[in-house]
């Protein structure tokens, strides 16, 4: 059986989930979060044709919030997800392996930041480019929907995550290498001269070529396939659209916080049992508000080091915050795709695989 949530009782760690369960995530979670981006870019469109920018002050507020909702607090709890996901393991044993991991991959991703800050942030790219991937496919798991088996796993992977970090490379070069050399300057002031100014043609043409084949592939494979469409081909084309229009540092804020990190809060409450009933009863709300009373030790913690940071740095800007995001998202990555593994999201079949998940009528049949 493929275990995408925790029991309802911890003495059944399969107990049915509510098919209901799909109607509530994919109707009260991701369809407003879609429509909010959708009428952000037709904003950002309508004020790119009238010749207006969106002030910096205004891009930086997805990030401003994110320091303490969605955003940091979303990896908060990485260190009981073993003892949720693992029957018989001890919360110490679970919180001392996820430190170590933290601990030797952080230090191991800042020091490649500090040796070579723009390589650094082209590893943080193709990091975030591959988890930013899995927080969907793991969603698409959930629903029973998507791109079917471990192949059409990797193209959701491939395909998700590709649409937040190439298209603004694409559609938006400049503002986009203004982003990735200062953050690398925050580290090194010489990287601002060693960076290039602008993307090169063929480079930007190789990306743009990529990212339309991985689309079109992805929305082919869906459509043929025997899930239901509609919620792929809308989010494919309104990130698209997204990432296209709206300013680069805005675009990835904004997505970051309500999207992704709103998702994978979702698969961390339905590792809670408690968390779990009350997302099965239909209240957001509450599973919510229980999440960042737990969370909120290690946001603090992070909070500290973001602090730390910008003192030793002596500046405080977005390039600093996304050094810190660097060296928290490799380590967090790492204990995701574990969370992949026990949970088999990559050998999940779509709608192959629904009667193996809890709540299916193939499920109760066991």
């Known amino acids: 059986m493929t275990v995408l949530t925790r029991s309802l009782g911890a003495s059944d760690p399969t107990a049915p989930v509510p098919p209901a369960l799909r109607a509530w995530v994919a109707d009260r979670v991701l369809a407003p979060v879609t429509v909010t981006l959708l009428l952000v870019a037709v904003a950002c469109a309508v004020l790119r044709v009238g010749g207006v920018h969106v002030p910096m002050a205004v891009q930086l507020v997805p990030f401003a919030a994110s320091i303490l909702v969605f955003g940091l607090p979303h990896g908060a709890m990485d ?15 679970s919180v001392a392996v996820v430190v170590v991991v933290y601990v030797v991959v952080g230090a191991l991703t800042a020091g ?26 793991f969603v698409d798991r959930l629903l029973g929907d ?3 088996g471990r192949a059409g796993a990797a193209l959701t992977v491939a395909t998700r995550g590709a649409l ?45 070529v990529l990212v339309l084949a991985l689309v079109v592939v992805h929305l082919v494979v869906v ?3 025997r899930t239901p469409a509609w919620r792929q081909v809308a989010e494919d084309l ?18 970051f916080t309500l999207w992704h990190a709103v998702r994978h809060i979702v698969r961390l409450e339905l590792t809670d049992p408690v968390a779990a009933v009350q997302l099965h009863r239909g209240r957001l709300l509450a599973p919510f508000l229980r999440f960042m009373r737990q969370a909120w030790p290690i946001t603090v913690i992070a909070v500290v080091m973001l602090v730390a940071l910008a ?14 995001i660097a060296a928290l998202t490799t380590p967090h990555t790492v204990v995701v795709t574990w969370m992949d593994g026990v949970q088999r999201t990559w050998s999940g079949d779509g709608a192959d695989d629904r009667d193996d998940l809890p709540g299916s009528a193939g499920a109760s049949r066991r």
């Open 146 to 148: 998507g791109a079917t």
């Open 112 to 137: 490649l930041w500090l040796a070579a800050p723009l390589l650094g942030f082209a590893v943080f790219i193709a990091i975030t480019w591959f988890h930013w991937g899995q927080g969907d496919l």
């Open 164 to 208: 937040p970090m190439l298209v603004p490379f694409v559609a938006q070069p400049a503002a986009a290498l203004h982003v990735v050399v200062g953050t690398a300057a925050s580290l090194d002031a010489s990287a601002a001269a060693a960076g290039a100014d602008a993307v090169p043609a063929p480079l930007r043409l190789l990306a743009g």
């Open 238 to 255: 309104v990130l698209v659209l997204f990432f296209s229009v709206v300013p680069p540092v805005l675009a990835v804020g904004l997505y």
């Open 223 to 225: 459509v043929r396939s």
């Open 79 to 93: 260190h009981l997800v073993p003892a949720r996901l693992r029957p018989g393991t001890s919360v110490l044993r």
């Open 311 to 324: 003192v030793v740095l002596r500046r405080a800007d977005l390039g600093v915050y996304l050094v810190l």
